[in-house]
């Protein structure tokens, strides 16, 4: 039984099988649902038209690696196993049996736990689940606008509640030029956030900020879009000490900042006014020396 579960995840990796509506109905359950790294939910239609638009690739570069396959129930199999292609991520396929025939349930996809080193923006890597990260360029201001529109709490983060104050927001940070390293935070090479480092050369230093659009936050973006602009700042620009702030009562952003590895290192008594109420901020910062996190970065795009 483990066998077969094996050979028939391993047949979906074949491209073959992928772009085959026909082949992909017999594979997938009716009410099969996968959940993407990147957190975004598919049932069987989605991921059908997904994996239509894939791009065509050798069908050796895809491997099922290190599966181990549990029975459940009789007529079902947990199987956990590893994809080995251009970026490792862990997997857990549900297969149950019906009707003759083996049928996959539900799968998730994880990436995989590694221990990071500097990235390189002039390298390209493959886009992750869709999401990657990229230079900001002024066609973005749209984006920038949508972004602002999203939430009522962005009006924090800046004056762009109109397209045109967003374009002039975008224009702000290009032609501030190697001071401002701004990266967008793209799904398919569309603007839903932004990460920064605002730097001071003569120190080595930069202040680190950031943002999402509403409707793409909680998906750990955020998080990852920061480790890769860490590793850009640290590894590119040979910074040694990143700072940011962040309000107390912006658990979000506590949770970016923790798990990208700046410790905290005071408290800013009263320092914004948020709604007619004075709000502590926190310091925090890490240092080139301190211990690389265990966080996956965003990709940098493909796009030119």
């Not at 790294?37 to 791009?55: F, H, K």
């Not at 994880?110 to 493959?126: D, G, I, V, W, Y």
């Not at 480092?197 to 230093?205: F, L």
Request: hydrophobic letters at 40%; aromatic letters at 8%; a negative charge.
């Amino acid at each position: 039984m483990s066998n077969t579960i094996i050979s028939l995840e391993q047949e979906l990796l074949e491209t073959s099988q992928r772009h085959s509506r026909r082949q992909l109905e017999r594979y997938l359950h009716p009410q099969f649902s996968e959940v993407g790294a990147s957190g975004r939910v598919y049932d069987r239609e989605a991921i059908i038209a997904q994996l239509a638009q894939e791009p065509e690739r050798d069908s050796g570069s895809r491997e099922v690696g290190s599966p181990v396959a549990i029975q459940v129930a009789d007529q079902a199999v947990l199987l956990r196993w590893r994809l080995l292609s251009g970026s490792a991520s862990e997997r857990s396929s549900l297969w149950i049996h019906e009707q003759d025939r083996w049928q996959l349930l539900f799968h998730q996809g994880t990436p995989a736990a590694r221990q990071l080193s500097f990235a390189e923006p002039n390298k390209a890597a493959l886009v992750d689940d869709d999401f990657s990260v990229r230079r900001l360029r002024q066609s973005d201001a749209e984006a920038v606008f949508e972004a602002f529109s999203s939430n009522a709490d962005m009006d924090r983060q800046g004056d762009a509640d109109t397209p045109e104050k967003a374009a002039s927001y975008v224009r702000a940070l290009m032609e501030a030029g190697e001071r401002q390293q701004a990266l967008a935070v793209a799904y398919r090479d569309r603007l839903v956030g932004l990460v920064c480092g605002t730097v001071d050369p003569a120190n080595q230093n930069a202040c680190v900020w950031y943002w999402m659009n509403q409707d793409y936050r909680g998906r750990s973006l955020a998080t990852r879009a920061v480790a890769t602009l860490v590793n850009h700042l640290f590894g590119e620009l040979g910074l040694y000490r990143l700072e940011l702030g962040l309000r107390a009562n912006n658990p979000g952003s506590k949770r970016v900042a923790e798990c990208n590895g700046f410790l905290r290192e005071g408290v800013e008594r009263g320092k914004f006014l948020v709604a007619g109420e004075r709000v502590d901020v926190y310091a925090y910062a890490r240092l080139r020396t301190d211990q690389v996190p265990d966080v996956v970065p965003l990709p940098w795009s493909t796009q030119p």
